[in-house]
């Protein structure tokens, strides 16, 4: 990885794409610390420690790089366009004008872009919009909350998420133009490792408070998250080849085919998209208590609505080993819903058919096309159930240690490790289409 960064860095066309990307980064960074108005920071960090430890809240501010806890230009981060983007794709294949802008190629892909980045606004808007109310009734954070100032302060602070956000989607888009890798991924990216440095702080802090009770569970916790990392990096490249033989055709003097090849299939083909469907799924309820709180303690007095909404949302607690039952579940749901939709088998047995081209000891047609969903679904077994491992480990780590390291938990190390290995693979495909020396002889 280091050399094909060093050999990337020696292009200066490359090189301007790196520093680009680098400049996109710094400007949301800058932005993920300038404070929305009307609102107190000093009792929002308060509370944020108070009530959103391993929570919903929580999982937003990892994802927007600690901007949420700092009611930042940038606190509600890359998450509505992350979301709107699973609703869009999900409708592609419910709707058939989206599907036939699917597969109209570059033009049919900026139009769905177009219709993404417009949900994501309307996403933007209902989040802020709950923000905004949670940070008045529950946190008491904004200054201003009754008559014109309260009006107006309402508006500020709403349309300013909304700006943050729009403007984080901008800022990506231009990556994607003009950088290197993805743009939200890469947003995704910086905002997760930027709060590495702060969780590794707080994990010495756990030592030297406490030693005696911390020392031994963070050595612990350090070794179980370089073999996290080792494992990711394992199934990331892991794959399961179907082995294809072409027939051997003579047009004229000349002979046609004959030769060997694989249908190279990902163990982990889905990538992080599970744990965010999942994710997003297991976050409405606690979305909900952003408009409304549950009560705190069942009485007497207490009516059945109220306790059926109490235990409805301290079963979605996400420290909860419910919660953590649930999520997993749905991840492996998830993973098998997304192969699905992104391989199919039938299609893939006429492309060989058509190709002349066959599974040694399968013959053409269904049976070609059953036992490549066979392979798919055992591979996708056993990509979903790391994934919940992966996804579900913070969750029960937390619960047996309190230690609390969220940037460093396992969603976290996915998509970093993910975004890593994907940006050098957009490095290494630049060196070569420009016939870097080394890749033709």
Known sequence: MFKTLKTAWGIPEIRKKILFTLFIILIFRFGSVITV????????????????????????????????????????????????????????????PLERLQQEGEDGRKKLNTITSYVALGLSAFMGTAYYLTLKRSAKAVKYTSGKDGT????????????????????????????IGNGISMILFAGIVSRIPSDLGALARYVHDNADEYFIKVVIYLLIFVAMVVGIVYFNEAERRIPVQYAKRVVGRKQYGGQSTHIPIKVCMSGVMPIIFAMSFMSLPSMFTMFKEPVKVIKKDTTFGQKFYYYFVNFFKTQSYSYAALYFILIILFNYFYVAIQYNPVEMANNLRQSNGGIPGIRPGKPTSDYIQRVLSKISLVGAVFLGIVAVFPIIFLNLTNLNVSSMGGTSILIVVSVAIETVRTLESQLMMRHHKGFLG
């Open 152 to 179: 107006f302060a309402m508006f500020v602070i709403i349309l300013t998420f909304m700006a943050g956000s729009s403007l984080i989607i901008w800022l990506g888009n231009r990556i994607n133009e003009k950088g």
């Open 37 to 96: 108005p009307f609102l107190d920071t000093a009792i929002l960090k308060d509370w944020m420690k108070e009530k959103a430890s391993g929570g919903f809240l929580e999982y937003l501010d990892i994802l927007s790089g600690g901007a949420l806890s700092k009611a930042t230009v940038f606190s509600l981060g890359v998450t509505p366009y992350i979301n709107a983007s699973i609703i869009i794709q999900l409708l592609t294949y419910a709707l058939p």
